[in-house]
């Protein structure tokens, strides 16, 4: 019997999706992605370990966790959802709103126009929103956005636009919040940055044995983000 439906989704289309969505793939677990339209050019960003002296935007100290671009995003996500994550990851604490709108139709109708699929899902970059830019965003049609903060009851959002996760995919809480989930809302989603494990090998093992038990488990099922809305 199904006791529990399990949703999870990845911020910011870094080089280590392609890694994470070939365990993903293998053990047909859903996903959704979190991409931004602007950050996406036409050749793909490999992983690399940086100098120290060196500075970058999407990293774990000197880790660069690259991007995927255009030439593989088909290949690397077209099994998956994905959902708007603004066109250059802007602040929405700091943004106009309705520049901030803007950014985030921007992305959703590339994705849209890419993956040939309805896209209105949406995560708040940095996490952060206001009252504002959420009823802007609901009245643009959006599902749903996104927030990091937590909860263990995912349904008992009163806004769809400021929806909390469980937990990050590292959290050391993450199986009794998966087990609280079991015996409560029925519910359990987390999310996280793939690039967080870097390419260190027990890490990825790790969460492959995350991924497998929950497909594995015969009281789950995966969902997509959007699902827990409807
Ligand atoms: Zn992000």
């Known amino acids: 019997m199904i006791k529990v439906r399990v ?9 280590t999706d392609i890694r994470l969505t070939e365990i993903l793939k293998k053990h047909k677990a859903k996903a959704t992605f979190n991409l931004c ?5 036409d050749e793909s960003v490999p992983i690399r370990w940086m100098g120290a002296d060196e500075i970058n935007p999407p990293t774990v100290n000197t880790f660069y966790s ?8 088909m290949e690397v996500y077209g099994d998956f959802e994905v959902a708007s994550h603004c066109d250059l990851h802007e602040n929405a604490k700091t943004t106009d709103p ?4 803007e950014s985030a139709m921007k992305s959703r109708r590339f994705l849209e126009d890419f993956f040939q699929k309805d896209c209105r899902g949406f995560a708040w970059p940095f996490g952060t929103y206001t ?6 965003l609901t009245d643009a049609g959006f599902a749903y956005g996104r927030t990091t903060e937590n909860t263990d009851d995912v349904l008992s959002y009163t806004d769809p636009l400021k929806l909390a996760s469980n ?3 590292m959290n050391r809480l993450f199986w009794k919040k998966y087990q609280l989930a079991k015996e409560t809302c029925g519910v359990f989603y987390f999310w996280g940055h793939s690039y967080e494990m870097a390419d260190f090998d027990p890490y990825w093992k790790n969460f492959e044995a995350m991924i497998a038990y929950i497909s594995n ?4 099922e995966w969902i997509n983000v959007v699902d827990i809305v409807k």
Request: glycine share 8%; charged share 30%.
């Open 7 to 15: 949703a999870q989704c990845w911020d910011d289309g870094v080089f």
């Open 37 to 41: 339209s602007g950050l996406t050019s």
């Open 217 to 220: 488990d015969p009281e789950a």
């Open 131 to 136: 009252d504002e830019t959420a009823k802007l």
């Open 167 to 169: 937990c990050h995919f």
């Open 66 to 73: 690259g991007r995927v671009c255009k030439d593989r995003m």
């Open 98 to 101: 309705n520049a901030f709108l």
